[in-house]
Nanobody, 123 residues
Framework: DVQLQASGGGLVQPGGSLRLSCAAS????????IGWFRQAPGKEREGVSC????????YNIDSVKGRFTISRDNAKNTVYLQMNSLKPEDTAVYVC????????????????WGQGTQVTVSS
């Protein structure tokens, strides 16, 4: 079975950092793109960032560019999202999802989803 497990969330003050992890199993990790998405209370789920099977990255939200960095470790079947200079508006449940090979826009493009991890940015 395909499994994606997000972890690393928590409560952090504005300006702080967190590193999220998405641990994958049940499929050929190296052949898959992994996307990070987030959903804030009362808002729709939105794409944050994605890394494809070759390691190319995209960042879908202008406000996270330069603050968030996505990376992957194929030996550990894990994708990371390093989040720096966090802002209150980054507060959301962060979820990872997977699809074959390349990143695409649209939630429907992703085949499997993991459980989320809560990120709360507050003083």
């Amino acid at each position: 079975d395909v499994q994606l497990q997000a972890s690393g969330g928590g409560l952090v003050q504005p300006g702080g950092s967190l590193r999220l992890s998405c641990a994958a199993s049940g499929f050929i990790f190296a052949d898959h793109a992994i996307g990070w998405f987030r959903q804030a209370p009362g808002k729709e789920r939105e794409g944050v960032s994605c890394i494809d099977s070759l390691g190319s990255t995209t960042y879908n939200i202008d406000s996270v560019k330069g603050r968030f960095t996505i990376s992957r470790d194929n030996a550990k079947n894990t994708v990371y999202l390093q989040m720096n200079s966090l802002k209150p508006e980054d507060t959301a449940v962060y979820v990872c999802a997977t699809r074959r090979f390349i990143c695409r826009d649209g939630l429907d493009s992703y085949d499997s989803w993991g459980q989320g991890t809560q990120v709360t940015v507050s003083s």
